[in-house]
């Protein structure tokens, strides 16, 4: 409806870079709100090894925040796999924190959202656990078209 107002050609593509650029300052803002928010527990109790790779993820992650080349699709899994690296060290609030934020980025990875629920779980919230489970069944069913016989 926006390009029937115009009757050039110039027009429309001006419009639809301005669209297109509103929409990439949109995901810049969102992301660094987002990289705003991460915080990073202590892991002194951890073993040497377990430290240096939580240091790392975040590292990456911070640095895939601050760089402006990167993705937003990458950015998304730095966020993700340094939750993962939190959720099999049993820091399950963080790691939880970080997976919504990666699913603010890209919300249709399913993986993510299940692991969103295994923390939710172990921090006790089955409710929580319970609508995470439920986007991956959203994307794990069946279509129509596959449950019709050959």
Request: proline share 3%; with cysteine; charged share 15%.
């Amino acid at each position: 409806m926006v390009y029937m107002l115009f009757h050039n050609k110039k027009s429309m593509v001006l419009i639809g870079l301005i669209l297109f650029v509103t929409s990439c300052t949109n995901d810049a803002d969102v992301i660094n709100q987002l990289c705003k928010k991460v915080g990073q527990p202590s892991v002194k109790n951890f073993d040497t090894l377990t430290q240096k790779s939580l240091n790392q993820a975040y590292t990456k992650l911070m640095n895939s925040c601050q760089n402006s080349q990167v993705s937003k699709t990458k950015v998304a899994y730095n966020f993700a796999n340094l939750a993962k690296l939190y959720l099999v060290n049993d820091l399950n609030v963080t790691a939880y924190q970080l997976f919504q934020s990666a699913l603010e980025i890209h919300p249709n990875h399913f993986a993510w959202h299940y692991l969103s629920g295994i923390a939710q779980e172990r921090m006790g919230n089955l409710d929580g656990a319970i609508i995470q489970y439920n986007f991956c069944l959203l994307y794990t069913s069946p279509s129509p078209r596959d449950r019709q016989k050959s």
